[in-house]
């Protein structure tokens, strides 16, 4: 066995150098690939052999490029004349199925479709050889079974990245022209793969560069179980060799690719999940503005009520950041600010990164070991994953999606009580990162039945959400603490005294100089907790409940000689009009205790 030829690219011009970018879409059947440029933290996907497997970066989005039932998108078969007018097309493919539970309760199969392209034909048999490209893995299907893919689907990359090991070749035919391993080679190289959790691909620079994603990259492959072994990883090229003595020989002058025809179709019974297109596939009810219509049943009375303590989620404050290892030695956190939802030195948010390990039992002024900066990042990224995966899986089941009563949210709002719940971001730039059910806060609602919500784990506010993409949320989900904080810079005020917020002048100096793409250390201030203004809907953000103060704000040293931002944005010779002063009652007089 060794890699599959596949055809080049249908629309490589190998005349052109560097070759021209195509624009993707629908209409142009262009989806681009990721190139692997250095380093990159991946998973392994799928493995046919050493010189065949496909990775895909940690914080990939295939889970949101997959159609599963219920669905929001209707399954549509895919239309085509001849069988060879199906050649390179992108289309949906048949996933295997999962289970989920039915309204009553009871395991039902869960169908599942994913982003597929057609890469070969076979007349005799009617079959179509598809690669799914979210997960590396190839299979002859029939036509009939293949849905078109939804438009927005074409925007995205594919999520898989075809590589080759680097350095080991088969003993005995290390110069033959047709090079391949064994079954007993493939599977020990299986196996060595599914001992690893986390993975380190590194490009081997090569003499010929080369546009065409048909020949996979030649790769070195590290592997480590924790977070914490990421600096002293494991290589897979020598483990193999180490593992294969007697087969197998490691070598950086050579390496894994060795390429094979793909075998044909066999004339076999079909899956069942291939064999044809899926019928009574289920979908939301959706009027024709797009939202979601509500039954009545969709109405009735749930479990939640603000008043109790199980649906209040816990948010951040310094007592969680120091009993759970995040402060720095001079008393600063380290956080990851969401530079997308920057309005202002008021209002930013930003996600705590872990510095220790927590020991269970240990002493408070016992800290655990140190956690680098990219393994908290990398810890980081896993709990936000971990939690939209969970959130996706509970609420896209129809039946645990409970509308909001609008009477019986206006009473939820006076009650002085946070009120939380499941906003459906479908139709939103951050469901591509952050997952589709998110969590938030209804902070109020107008007379058009519109809700204005803070995001508890992405961070940012929406003025207006529609009641229909607004759910109760379960008790189970309010325990976790909201990821998030929303952060406002006390101390500073604009230059003119006179003004209460900042100026647009002031705003734009403020996010030019506060750069968001490395880590930002804040010293944070013990803010006393407010109550909920229930009389104030259009209270300003700085003056909510649950946010958190900082008093000074540094920057990553490796984006900006000057990292205190207050002494970049003080500067003497700064134009007037972006310059910021200091107050120490600005936003909000505190009694402020630093931590």
Not at 46 to 64: A, G, K, L, M
Request: overall charge negative.
């Amino acid at each position: 066995m060794s890699a599959f030829r596949r055809d080049s690219s249908p629309t490589l011009d190998r005349s052109k150098a560097p070759p021209t970018m195509f624009r993707n879409g629908e209409q142009f059947n262009k989806i681009h690939h990721m190139p692997l440029m250095g380093q990159a933290f991946v998973e392994v996907s799928h493995v046919e052999t050493p010189s065949c497997f496909w990775t895909r970066p940690y914080n990939h989005i295939t889970n949101q490029l997959i159609l599963e039932e219920p669905s929001s998108a209707k399954l549509r078969p895919l239309q085509y004349g001849s069988l060879a007018e199906l050649k390179n097309r992108y289309c949906m493919g048949p996933l295997e199925s999962r289970t989920r539970q039915d309204d009553g309760g009871n395991e039902v199969p869960q169908r599942r479709y994913g982003r597929a392209r057609i890469i070969r034909l076979d007349d005799h048999l009617r079959r179509a050889l598809i690669i799914y490209i979210d997960q590396g893995v190839m299979e002859w299907v029939p036509p009939e079974c293949l849905a078109i893919m939804p438009p927005e689907f074409y925007y995205h990359p594919w999520q898989v990245i075809y590589c080759s090991l680097g350095g080991v070749y088969p003993v005995n035919d290390m110069f033959a022209a047709d090079r391949y391993w064994t079954m007993e080679q493939v599977e020990c190289f299986r196996e060595i793969v599914r001992e690893f959790s986390y993975f380190r691909v590194s490009l081997i620079r090569s003499t010929k560069a080369h546009h065409d994603y048909a020949v996979p990259y030649i790769v070195e492959l590290a592997g480590f179980n924790e977070l914490k072994e990421a600096d002293s990883d494991v290589d897979m090229a020598t483990l193999f060799a180490t593992r294969c003595v007697e087969t197998v020989e490691q070598n950086a002058l050579f390496n894994s690719y060795m390429a094979e025809e793909i075998s044909p179709p066999r004339d076999q019974n079909m899956p069942y999940r291939v064999a044809s297109f899926p019928e009574n596939w289920e979908t939301e009810l959706v009027d024709e503005g797009g939202m979601e219509m509500a039954s009545d049943d969709q109405y009735k009375k749930w479990e939640y009520d603000p008043a109790i303590k199980e649906f209040q989620i816990p948010h951040i404050d310094l007592a969680y950041l120091k009993k759970n290892g995040y402060f720095n030695a001079d008393g600063t956190v380290n956080c990851q600010v969401m530079g997308c939802y920057v309005q202002g030195p008021y209002e930013f948010y930003g996600i705590p990164l872990r510095r220790r390990e927590v020991v269970v039992g240990e002493a408070d002024d016992e800290p655990g070991n140190t956690i680098s900066m990219r393994e908290a990042t990398i810890i980081n990224l896993t709990e936000r994953k971990n939690l939209a995966e969970l959130l996706d899986a509970f609420y896209k089941v129809k039946s645990n999606r409970i509308q909001i009563v609008p009477n019986t949210l206006d009473v939820w709002l006076r009650s002085g009580k946070p009120v939380y719940a499941i906003v459906s971001c479908s139709g939103m730039e951050r469901r591509k990162k952050h997952g589709t059910y998110q969590r938030a806060e209804i902070i109020s609602k107008d007379s058009h039945d519109t809700y204005r919500v803070r995001f508890l784990d992405a961070g940012g506010i929406l003025p207006q959400v529609h009641h229909t993409e607004v759910f109760q949320i379960s008790a189970k989900h309010c325990s976790i603490y909201a990821m998030s904080m929303q952060l406002c810079w006390h101390g500073v005020r604009d230059h003119d005294p006179k003004k209460k917020d900042f100026s647009p002048d002031c705003i734009k100096a403020f996010k030019n100089e506060f750069y968001t793409d490395g880590p930002i250390k804040l010293r944070l201030i013990d803010t006393p907790r407010r109550e909920k203004d229930i009389n104030n809907t259009n209270i300003l953000p700085y003056a909510m409940w649950n946010v958190m103060y900082c008093s000074h704000i540094f920057l990553d040293p490796s984006l900006t000689k000057e990292v205190d931002l207050r002494k970049v944005l003080q500067y003497n010779n700064r134009p007037m009009p972006g310059r910021l002063a200091t107050s120490p009652t600005a936003p909000l007089p505190l009694e402020l205790s630093q931590a």
